[in-house]
């Protein structure tokens, strides 16, 4: 694979270790990024951002008493693609999966920075500025857990569905495919079904299969015929495994 050879990037980092870790990674595995420079606050970074363009901004989630979110409120609006480098943090990485943002956890593994920035090379640069929208929205409504939409990334958009107009989920593989009321076709999205049933437990969807995750809302009857299976109010049916059909209470 051919690799744009003018991207630059910047980390926020309160650890100085871990900037320095971050730098030989870079250094070593994605040698066609140029590092323009780091910062241990916000305050800094925003004083080197604030005058200074880059492609691919690292960001810690944690910092002392200021988040990574501190920082995305204060930037200027700006074509920059986010990878959060982070530890911890329930509510940031939730917003993050929500916001189909990339992330690395600490201790960054050079294959999954290498994918990050492969797929920041891939990705369609104007869609940043709504990515980096639907972060900070995200951020806030899973403290208040209100969070009523999800980012759904395809080979060619990245969609915000309201989680309520998902009818199910279907594993293929390591891709996962949404079916969407009053959407003829699925968004499919090259996430595995776990991540999402991870997710989208708190607003009402249960694994009812290997395979499938369903909006319990959005079930009109359980079929006991061919081994059992749901009927969703989109017409589509669902089989339930014979391991989970004990879920079935819940509906």
């Known amino acids: 694979m051919a690799f744009m050879t003018n991207l630059s990037c910047f980390i926020v980092d309160d650890e100085p270790g871990a900037v320095t870790t971050l730098t030989v990674l870079i250094e070593r595995y994605c040698p066609f990024l140029t590092?323009?420079?780091?910062?241990?606050s916000v305050e800094q970074a925003l004083n080197f951002l604030n005058n200074h363009t880059v492609d691919i901004l690292f960001l810690d989630i944690k910092m002392k008493q200021e988040t990574g979110f501190d920082l995305l409120r204060l930037l200027p609006k700006q074509f920059l693609h986010i990878v959060f480098v982070t530890a911890h943090d329930e509510y940031g990485i939730q917003a993050i999966k929500f916001s189909a943002t990339d992330y690395l956890l600490k201790p960054v593994v050079p294959e999954e920075l290498i994918a990050a920035v492969h797929k920041v090379i891939l990705s369609n640069k104007n869609s940043y500025t709504d990515q980096t929208s639907m972060l900070l929205q995200s951020y806030e409504q899973q403290r208040l857990n209100t969070q009523k939409r999800i980012a759904l990334a395809d080979q060619n958009e990245i969609r915000y569905v309201l989680i309520?107009?998902?009818?199910?989920?279907?594993a293929e593989n390591s891709y996962t495919s949404f079916y969407i009321h009053n959407e003829s076709r699925p968004i499919i999205v090259s996430k595995p079904i776990s991540e999402y049933e991870q997710i989208l437990s708190l607003y009402g969807f249960i694994r009812i299969h290997q395979s499938w995750l369903i909006n319990k809302n959005r079930v009109e009857s359980f079929k006991k015929a061919d081994g059992g299976y749901l009927m969703m109010d989109n017409k589509m049916s669902v089989p339930v495994s014979r391991q989970r059909k004990h879920l079935l209470k819940e509906l």
């Open 164 to 170: 309520e107009s998902i009818i199910c989920c279907g």
């Open 35 to 40: 590092i323009s420079g780091s910062a241990n």
